[in-house]
């Protein structure tokens, strides 16, 4: 068993679980996969060392690369997605964001989920606004 990561890893319990289970940890980038017949049997890392393995799991995180959040008045959490109540309300009045935008968990059935959750808060906002006046 391998373990393969693109940062140091700091959790030292961690390491410690991985080094009981057998795993070999590379703290550095894979930049290449080898095959044969389309089954995986190898990687290539960044320093030219290739390691044997017939499995491999990808962990990407995804992040919001512009300010268009900051500019509308959000406040970020510490993973940049936004902060938001149950209901989806930003900080910002008759802003509701969805999926990604405000968890960190990245599957899009999850974020399809939010986004009708998002928009029946949003409906209701819009309801309110229109008995208000």
Known sequence: ??????????DEKLARDLGRRGAQVYETAVTGLITDEGCLTGVHLID?????????????????HHGFLERMGCRLSEWEQVESDDAARTQTPGLFVAGNAKKRLQMEMVASADGIKSAAAANEWLLEQDTAE
Do not use: R
């Not at 068993?1 to 700091?10: C, I, K, N, V, Y």
């Not at 030219?48 to 919001?64: E, K, M, N, R, Y």
């Open 1 to 10: 068993m391998s373990a393969f990561l693109t940062e140091p890893l700091a």
């Open 48 to 64: 030219g060392s290739t390691i044997p393995c017939d499995a491999l799991f990808l962990v990407a995180t995804q992040v919001q």
